[in-house]
T-cell receptor, first 108, second 114 residues
Framework: KNEVEQSPQNLTAQEGEFITINCSYS?????LHWLQQHPGGGIVSLFM???GKKKHGRLIATINIQEKHSSLHITASHPRDSAVYIC??????????FGTGTSLTVIP | DTGVSQNPRHKITKRGQNVTFRCDPI?????LYWYRQTLGQGPEFLTY????????KSRLLSDRFSAERPKGSFSTLEIQRTEQGDSAMYLC????????????FGPGTRLTVT
């Protein structure tokens, strides 16, 4: 069993659509990290959060600690948003686990 | 600062050879992490350092793998007697202990063992 589950695994959207990617985890965490990985491997940090909601441009991340769930939303999606989105959770004691990622393709 | 850098970006080697990768973290970051990522999977933790001390190693890190961070700055990851199953992307990340846990990733080294 994975400590971190993401859904969906693959997502195709039309340009302009509102997109939601979900992350559920089974353990108590200190923080949760949303990452973006483009083809070729580079990983970029999007958000680090331990409660509530954060917004950056067209991206919004929310977390519900009680329900052990986080969502990443993309508004007005664009083909350049096509990437793999990875959720990672940080436990106390310096343990961390990564989800397998959600592959997003935005079609013009 | 130019972020986390890794060298080489690509490495092709024959089975049985030894390979060494280098990671240069963001200069003020005292934590450095190594991960391995295979196609379609998220990164898997291998090991991490706080300054020069290696604080944790995954059971994935067999005795053919060794990592060092001798001066608390750059780190090397060596794989001895490479096997085809070692083919993967090796990612390095750094963070500031006492900060927000946020890790900054390098571009990775893609290893192909033939």
């Amino acid at each position: 069993k994975n400590e971190v589950e993401q859904s969906p695994q693959n997502l195709t959207a039309q340009e302009g659509e509102f997109i939601t990617i979900n992350c559920s985890y089974s353990v108590g965490i200190s923080a949760l990290h949303w990452l973006q990985q483009h083809p070729g491997g580079g990983i970029v940090s999007l958000f680090m959060l331990s409660s509530g909601k954060k917004k950056h441009g067209r991206l919004i991340a929310t977390i519900n600690i009680q329900e052990k769930h986080s969502s990443l939303h993309i508004t007005a999606s664009h083909p350049r948003d096509s990437a793999v989105y990875i959720c990672a959770v940080y436990l106390t004691g310096n343990q961390f686990y990564f989800g397998t990622g959600t592959s997003l393709t935005v079609i013009p | 600062d130019t972020g986390v850098s890794q060298n080489p970006r690509h490495k092709i080697t024959k089975r049985g050879q030894n390979v060494t990768f280098r990671c240069d973290p963001i200069s003020e970051h005292n934590r450095l992490y190594w991960y391995r990522q295979t196609l379609g999977q998220g990164p898997e933790f291998l090991t991490y350092f706080q300054n020069e001390a290696q604080l944790e190693k995954s059971r994935l890190l067999s005795d053919r793998f060794s990592a060092e961070r001798p001066k608390g700055s750059f780190s090397t990851l060596e794989i001895q007697r490479t096997e085809q199953g070692d083919s993967a992307m090796y990612l390095c990340a750094s963070s500031l202990h006492g900060g927000t846990y946020e890790q900054y990733f390098g571009p990775g080294t893609r290893l192909t063992v033939t």
